[in-house]
């Protein structure tokens, strides 16, 4: 008889404890299937550095970047995620090609499949003007120094007014003329005398550089004979 009864109160105890944790309610968030975010063009692109951007999914709590230089085939973690649409990529190779993908995590770390992969080049380093040499009345060499680098070309700027400007005082010629990469001078020619200009340059690799230095020269006046 006691065993019956002790039985029947076990039963009566396992009832309850059952129908306690069906009424629990689930605090829980349902998972989501993550959607692949799209991943957009790059902005701000400089020398070692860039803003990897996309569009954020539903139901991600964050964003984890992977990049790789020169090929799409062997991607890297970037070391910070986000939970915004966006990311400075910091620590870069200059003037190379980068690719960039993302990914999204939602609250129990289950993630997306990859975005589509974004392509860049990182900018080079801009040359370094010197002193004009050869300064006659008409004409001087603007010359410059480069940091290395693959660099295809350069560009030359020569202005009646100092950089940066708009644009409207450029010299003839000389709005952006290519230089070979051998060569790391230029004669300017076709100027007035007795005239202040400026020359600066940018190296041209997989990508353009800013605007170098600017250098002031001061074209001699004419010598009556």
Not at 68 to 80: E, G, N, R
Not at 103 to 126: V, W
Not at 148 to 154: C, N, S
Not at 186 to 205: D, H, I, P, R
């Given at each position: ?37 799209i991943a957009t063009a790059a902005t701000d692109i400089q020398e070692g ?177």
């Amino acid at each position: 008889m006691k065993n019956y009864i002790l039985g029947v109160f076990i039963i009566a105890i396992t009832t309850v404890f059952s129908s306690c944790s069906k009424d629990e309610p689930n605090d829980s968030p349902t998972p989501i299937n993550l959607l692949a975010p799209i991943a957009t063009a790059a902005t701000d692109i400089q020398e070692g550095q860039f803003q990897a951007n996309w569009e954020t999914v539903e139901g991600a709590i964050f964003y984890r970047v992977q990049i790789t230089v020169w090929d799409s085939l062997y991607f890297m973690d970037y070391p910070i995620e986000t939970s915004a649409d966006s990311l400075v990529i910091t620590g870069q190779v200059c003037n190379y090609p980068h690719y960039y993908r993302v990914q999204a995590f939602d609250y129990k770390n289950n993630s997306s499949p990859y975005s589509n992969i974004i392509s860049l080049a990182s900018r080079p380093y801009p040359p370094i003007a010197y002193n004009a040499s050869n300064i006659t009345d008409s004409s001087f060499i603007a010359n410059f120094a480069d940091y290395g680098g693959e660099i295809y070309y350069y560009l030359v700027y020569v202005s009646t007014s100092d950089f940066p400007n708009d644009g409207s005082d450029m010299v003839p010629g000389f709005n952006g003329k290519s230089i070979p990469s051998n060569k790391k001078n230029v004669t300017v020619t076709g100027l007035q005398a007795n005239t202040t200009y400026y020359f600066a340059f940018k190296s041209a690799g997989f990508n353009i550089s800013k605007l170098s230095n600017s250098i002031k020269v001061v074209t001699k006046p004419v010598v009556n004979i």
